[in-house]
T-cell receptor, first 109, second 116 residues
Framework: GIQVEQSPPDLILQEGANSTLRCNFS?????LQWFHQNPWGQLINLFY???GTKQNGRLSATTVATERYSLLYISSSQTTDSGVYFC???????????FGKGTKLTVNP | GAVVSQHPSWVICKSGTSVKIECRSL??????MFWYRQFPKQSLMLMAT?????????EQGVEKDKFLINHASLTLSTLTVTSAHPEDSSFYIC????????????FGPGTRLTVT
């Protein structure tokens, strides 16, 4: 099956810093989503981005489908950005999302 | 936006008892829902696909007799953990896709199960 790898596994920042999280996938996909899992366990949808670039406030994401990777950018990080960021993909013909192992982000004040 | 709820948010039960977890799509219909399990500091592991009006499809290694899934309506799927044991303690999360132009999945807030 498809493999999804996220890097880095852990990231520690000072408030105000910028960061880039990466998601590599081993095969073509129909769907790619980025999620933020907050400290209470809720997965919050950040982006649905099978290709191209999207921006939402301080967050933006780019997926280069032909090269099988996606990047999540966080600018001017805040302590509330802390948590685990997951990338998940869906292949054609399947309804299932396959998750990466996540990047744990800690933003210190 | 699409909202998925779960109930209860946390439950403690004694070993040998059964626990039912509900997953509801509040503002959209979902013929398919998904159940995940998450261990501490790990990623989500898909347990099964719940299909409205038909049997659930379980992932390899998931005991279908232990984890009973019923998708009785277009907005409700239930997961029953039967004869629970301490090793069943985990965080259970459901999701439902918003079908249309995209197939974006939305997740419930999760249920933390502790079996004593």
């Amino acid at each position: 099956g498809i493999q999804v790898e996220q890097s880095p596994p852990d990231l520690i920042l000072q408030e105000g810093a910028n960061s880039t999280l990466r998601c590599n996938f081993s095969d073509s996909v129909n769907n790619l989503q980025w999620f933020h899992q907050n400290p209470w366990g809720q997965l919050i949808n950040l982006f649905y981005i099978p290709s191209g670039t999207k921006q939402n406030g301080r967050l933006s994401a780019t997926t280069v489908a032909t090269e099988r990777y996606s990047l999540l950018y966080i600018s001017s990080s805040q302590t509330t950005d802390s948590g685990v960021y997951f990338c998940a993909v869906r292949q054609g013909g399947s309804e299932k999302l396959v998750f990466g192992k996540g990047t744990k982000l800690t933003v210190n004040p | 936006g699409a909202v998925v709820s779960q109930h209860p948010s946390w439950v403690i039960c004694k070993s040998g008892t059964s626990v039912k977890i509900e997953c509801r799509s509040l503002d959209f219909q979902a013929t398919t829902m998904f159940w995940y399990r998450q261990f501490p500091k790990q990623s989500l592991m898909l347990m099964a696909t719940s299909n409205e009006g038909s049997k659930a499809t379980y992932e390899q290694g998931v005991e279908k007799d232990k984890f009973l899934i019923n998708h009785a309506s277009l907005t409700l799927s239930t997961l029953t953990v039967t004869s629970a044991h301490p090793e069943d303690s985990s965080f259970y999360i459901c999701s439902a896709p918003l079908v249309g132009y995209a197939y974006e999945q939305y997740f419930g807030p999760g249920t933390r199960l502790t079996v004593t």
